[in-house]
């Protein structure tokens, strides 16, 4: 089993970008499969992205495609989230999230499928 814990989070201004990060303890990182979750202030936890296990697959929500890029370095145990033409509806707390099951990109959308999260890093754009 893995733990997980996020960095990088803060305050940037409407249009800036922020670079999450999620490191990962433990030698079994690459058998995992990763998602980014996001959850404002009274809202449900929401998809944001996932990577699978080798990094050429990801998959995104529509809310965030072509501005949100999600990468790994299994080596350094670690992944990415990249968020560019950031928006104020982007504000939540952000959660990195593993998931040991194989399954298609569409069937890890939700939040069940993951097994081990991280402890969430606040982001907050400024309009």
């Known amino acids: 089993q893995v733990l997980l814990a996020e960095s990088g989070g803060g305050l940037v201004q409407a249009g800036g970008s922020l670079r999450l990060s999620c490191a990962a303890s433990g030698r079994t990182f690459s058998s995992y499969a990763m998602g980014w979750f996001r959850q404002a202030p009274g809202k449900e936890r929401e998809f944001v992205g996932r990577?699978?296990?080798?990094?050429?697959?990801?998959y995104y929500a529509d809310s965030v495609k072509g501005r949100f890029t999600i990468s790994r370095d299994n080596v350094k145990n670690t992944v990415y989230l990249q968020m560019n033409s950031l928006k104020p509806e982007d504000t939540a707390v952000y959660y990195c999230?593993?998931?040991?099951?194989?399954?298609?990109?569409?069937?890890?959308?939700?939040?069940?499928?993951?097994?081990?999260w991280g402890q969430g890093t606040q982001v907050t754009v400024s309009s």
């Open positions: 999230a593993a998931d040991s099951v194989v399954r298609t990109s569409s069937g890890g959308t939700a939040s069940y499928a993951y097994n081990v």
């Open positions: 990577i699978n296990r080798g990094g050429g697959v990801t």
